[in-house]
């Protein structure tokens, strides 16, 4: 696991305790919304993304050993509300097997098959260009948190069909090959070579991947990249995604009710997601 040997200042500890609070309140009211703000060079999107993942682990956590009540913090919280560091240097320890489904009740085990299908909100992190998702990206992996994860980009950044390339509006000729009968998309066709490919899985050399990574795969596989990531929530029931804020109404479809959404450099954001 990768960690960072520092230990947050003061103000991170601040800013990350905000949103941490905030997911508390949004846990215990069903909505809530936070309007958080930070000097540039303070670290902002790495405090951002360990309050969420280590939050977002604790409520897993609390989902195996039985879907514990909410809870205030505990005083310490207010000191250290992440807890061993602040989420930069976790200290990662194995998690408690839970009861077995064959003992328990018929019910009992039909309820928690249904818990495990989504055992935490995911965390879509949206900022406002796909250079600044690749930055969240180099950010996370600076951190030990990993998670099933996924970066949604529009087909302009994902496609890797040669004959589609070549055409000025990438996002027409696309739907307008999948439309044709006559003229199958090879790489469309073959997008579950990308999705099952190893070197994204667990422990895989692109287990924390980018735009490029896919597209790499994708070349390498000759597979579609863009449908992979569209389908690959209904597979690894990811917990975190990023997505450009000028991409977001691509992705209309994708469910975030119940879900962490996190705006990065929200301030030039000129249209919502509702």
């Known amino acids: 696991m990768c960690t960072i040997l520092c230990k947050p200042y003061d103000a991170q500890f601040s800013f990350m305790y905000r949103v941490m609070a905030t997911l508390d309140r949004a846990q215990k009211e069903s909505r809530c919304h936070a309007l958080l703000e930070s000097p540039t060079g303070t670290g902002k999107s790495l405090s951002l993304l360990c309050s969420s993942l280590a939050w977002q682990q604790n409520y897993k956590l609390k989902n195996l050993q039985g879907n514990l009540p909410y809870s205030a913090p505990a005083p310490e919280a207010i000191t250290d509300p992440l807890g061993r560091g602040?989420?930069?240097?976790?200290?990662?320890?194995?998690?408690?097997?839970?009861?077995?489904?064959?003992?328990?009740?018929?019910?009992?085990?039909?309820?928690?098959?249904?818990?495990?299908?989504?055992?935490?909100?995911?965390?879509?992190?949206?900022?406002?260009?796909?250079?600044?998702?690749?930055?969240?990206?180099?950010?996370?992996?600076?951190?030990?948190?990993?998670?099933?994860?996924?970066?949604?980009?529009?087909?302009?950044?994902?496609?890797?069909?040669?004959?589609?390339?070549?055409?000025?509006?990438?996002?027409?000729?696309?739907?307008?090959?999948?439309?044709?009968?006559?003229?199958?998309?090879?790489?469309?066709?073959?997008?579950?070579?990308?999705?099952?490919?190893?070197?994204?899985?667990?422990?895989?050399?692109?287990?924390?991947?980018?735009?490029?990574?896919?597209?790499?795969?994708?070349?390498?596989?000759?597979?579609?990249?863009?449908?992979a990531t569209r389908t690959w929530q209904m597979m690894h029931n990811w917990f975190f995604a990023c997505i450009p804020t000028s991409s977001i109404l691509l992705f209309r479809d994708v469910d975030i009710k119940g879900a962490i959404l996190i705006l990065d450099k929200a301030q030039t954001l000129k249209l919502l997601w509702v």
């Not at 328990?104 to 260009?129: D, E, G, H, M, W």
């Not at 006559?182 to 099952?196: A, D, G, I, P, Q």
């Not at 190893?198 to 896919?214: A, M, N, T």
């Open 86 to 227: 602040g989420g930069f240097i976790p200290e990662m320890q194995p998690l408690s097997i839970p009861p077995s489904e064959s003992s328990q009740p018929p019910q009992q085990a039909a309820n928690s098959k249904k818990k495990k299908k989504k055992l935490a909100p995911v965390i879509y992190y949206a900022s406002r260009t796909h250079s600044q998702i690749s930055q969240v990206i180099r950010e996370y992996r600076k951190t030990s948190y990993r998670v099933p994860m996924a970066v949604l980009a529009s087909r302009r950044h994902y496609c890797t069909n040669p004959h589609v390339l070549q055409k000025e509006n990438i996002d027409e000729e696309c739907k307008l090959l999948l439309r044709n009968r006559k003229e199958e998309c090879f790489e469309y066709k073959s997008m579950h070579k990308v999705k099952y490919h190893s070197s994204l899985g667990k422990g895989g050399c692109h287990e924390v991947h980018d735009i490029e990574d896919l597209v790499k795969v994708g070349q390498v596989v000759e597979g579609c990249a863009f449908y």
